[in-house]
């Protein structure tokens, strides 16, 4: 019979190594290397017992439909893709005290209000403690079955020898400890195991189990990789701690679209919902300011409108700055690179600030267009046209490409009382749609958004 051996793993990537070092090789994390005790080796070969034969079925047979459980929270349901599916695990990440707890705690109380049996398990707080937020917030008349523990088997045993809960919020995975592994909670092993017992839990029920994770100071969920795979949904918890806006974001998820954000406020109540976040990312009542574009963007299957600052001031020789706030700064220096090859804007001895407004971050190509020309309006001392939104791909030769979903960038440009738009030509293989009451400007080069700036800019 094999022994079970040492080992050591590293707490922020998983990797492990046969002897403890103090820095881990595969992620450069200091200090992030423990020792775990690894299982018995299985046999190297199955002898001659047969396992059971499993059976294959058709693609087009008959199943059930999973009906969803919506919580009435409607940009909770939207990220989650229409509801919680029964049977499925969640795992929602984010910063430390940006309001993870909260937002679950009203998601289980708005489920057990429309009659769906929650069960709330707290490793990090005591009763009481949720009780507070729950008076703080409104919620303590909902019929929530709050626990504190961290022992995994009491929470199973409990689970399954009472009817099974419809949902389950388990704050957070760090905290659960598994009495059969040697290590302490939140090591790589203890969040590994006790996630794939809970999930083996809500499979078998049809729980939805909904788990709490922590993020390590890069930003990514601490514990090991696989826990992202594990889970049928991750959701991110953005936002600044300047700012009252949140966002949940839906990184992964087997029951609906990826991409998908949901919008919150942060009040003293709570968190409240914006149903049009397109509002708050634009300030119609402010005059027209050199720097500032509006880009027409898709978050999910939802466009939001969301205001793109620039300022472009002189620098000291040699050494320009660069500082980004809400977008890939790869992508900024590509785009500074293109004006100033292909359209003759000379920006590289200047200092460039960019920002997205409200605190949201922008990953689609399709900004690129917007940044440029909040950067030509800075570099000018010019402002756009106060009711123009633009939206378009910029390649390396300065060609602008056209972006998806155009149509519906420029619908919901007009519903908010924009009456012009600078755009690509669109794709006609897509069958893209032209936004109604709306004029657009179709560019084709970057040069077509230069020239609607002074020949000043141009480099002699």
């Known amino acids: 019979m094999a022994r079970a051996e040492k080992r050591f793993v590293c707490d922020a990537c998983g990797a492990a190594r046969p002897r403890w070092a103090g820095r881990c090789d595969a992620c450069g994390a200091w200090n992030s290397i423990v020792e775990e005790v690894s299982r018995a080796a299985p046999p190297r070969g199955l002898g001659t017992a047969k396992g059971r034969r499993i059976e294959f079925l058709p693609l087009d047979g008959p199943g059930a439909v999973l009906a969803r459980r919506e919580c009435g929270i409607g940009e909770i349901d939207r990220v989650v893709g229409g509801g919680f599916v029964p049977g499925s695990s969640v795992l929602l990440a984010g910063d430390p005290g940006i309001g993870k707890s909260t937002l679950l705690l009203q998601a289980a109380s708005a489920l057990a209000v429309r009659g769906t049996r929650v069960a709330y398990v707290s490793g990090e707080e005591g009763i009481e403690q949720i009780r507070m937020r729950a008076a703080r917030t409104g919620l303590a008349g909902a019929p929530v079955g709050l626990a504190a523990a961290i022992d995994v088997r009491d929470i199973l045993t409990t689970l399954e020898d009472d009817a099974p809960p419809d949902m389950v919020v388990v704050d957070s995975i760090q905290t659960m400890y598994l009495d059969t592994l040697d290590s302490a909670p939140g090591t790589v092993a203890q ?3 006790a996630a794939q017992e809970l999930i083996r839990l809500a499979k078998r029920t049809g729980t939805v189990l909904v788990l709490v994770g922590h993020v390590t100071k890069e930003g990514q969920i601490a514990g090991p990789r696989v826990l992202e795979h594990m889970v049928d949904c991750v959701l991110y918890f953005e936002g600044e701690r300047g700012h009252q806006f949140r966002i949940v974001r839906a990184i992964k998820n087997r029951f609906g679209p990826t991409d998908e954000i949901g ?3 942060m009040t003293d109540r709570g968190l409240v919902e914006i149903p049009n976040p397109s509002s708050l990312f634009v300030d119609p009542e402010r005059g027209p300011v050199p720097g500032a574009a509006v880009f027409a963007g898709v978050e999910g299957s939802r ?9 472009v001031a002189p620098g000291p020789a040699g050494s320009p700055r660069r500082t980004v706030v809400g977008w890939d700064a790869g992508r900024l220096a590509m785009v500074l690179a293109v004006l100033e090859a292909r359209a003759g804007l000379r920006l590289s001895v200047c200092d460039v600030y960019l920002n997205v407004a409200g605190g949201l971050r ?7 267009l917007a940044v440029a020309a909040a950067l030509a309006s800075s570099a000018a001392g010019r402002a756009l046209d106060q009711g123009a939104v633009i939206f378009g791909e910029i390649g390396l030769a ?7 979903q155009g149509g519906a960038r420029l619908k919901e440009a007009a519903k908010l009382g924009f ?3 600078l755009a690509p030509v669109p794709d006609t293989a897509r069958g893209e749609a032209e936004g109604p009451g ?3 400007t179709r560019l084709t080069h970057v040069r077509d958004l230069v020239a609607l700036f002074p020949a000043s800019l141009e480099t002699p």
């Open 303 to 311: 466009p939001v409108l969301v205001e793109i600052q620039a300022l």
């Open 191 to 193: 969040v590994r195991g």
């Open 419 to 421: 009456s012009h738009a």
């Open 263 to 265: 919008v919150f406020e």
């Open 398 to 404: 300065g060609e602008v490409r056209p972006v998806s």
């Open 438 to 440: 709306i004029a657009v």
């Open 362 to 368: 922008i990953t689609e190509p399709a900004a690129d």
